[in-house]
Nanobody, 124 residues
């Protein structure tokens, strides 16, 4: 089993920034692709960004491209999501997830492990 714990969420004004962190334990972190998803009330879970095992490759949803940056530190078993120029529509619970097999997985069903989520609220 892999445990994932997100942190860094909170309340921020539109245009502001937050950095989310996801700390992993229990498995060899560097063997996993990592992803961030989000879910707003009444909506389905939505892909945000993914990063491959080494950090050399990333992929973003169009809605966050140019504003969000995913990165990882394999020495610290942590993946990050830097969120800039936040908008009210970014308000959601943000989840990190780990996938052992795919390079840049974008679908929730591809992921093996999930964190509990952290709330991000952007006020306009």
């Amino acid at each position: 089993q892999m445990q994932l714990v997100e942190s860094g969420g909170g309340l921020v004004q539109a245009g502001g920034s937050l950095r989310l962190s996801c700390a992993a334990s229990g498995r060899t972190f560097s063997r996993y692709a990592m992803g961030w998803f989000r879910q707003a009330p009444g909506k389905e879970r939505e892909f945000v960004a993914t990063i491959n095992w080494s950090g050399a490759s990333t992929y973003y949803a169009d809605s966050v491209k140019g504003r969000f940056t995913i990165s990882r530190d394999n020495a610290k078993n942590t993946v990050y999501l830097q969120m800039n120029s936040l908008k009210s529509e970014d308000t959601a619970v943000y989840y990190c997830a780990a996938d052992r097999w795919a390079s840049l997985p974008r679908e929730p069903h591809e992921y093996d492990y999930w964190g509990q989520g952290t709330q991000v609220t952007v006020s306009s």
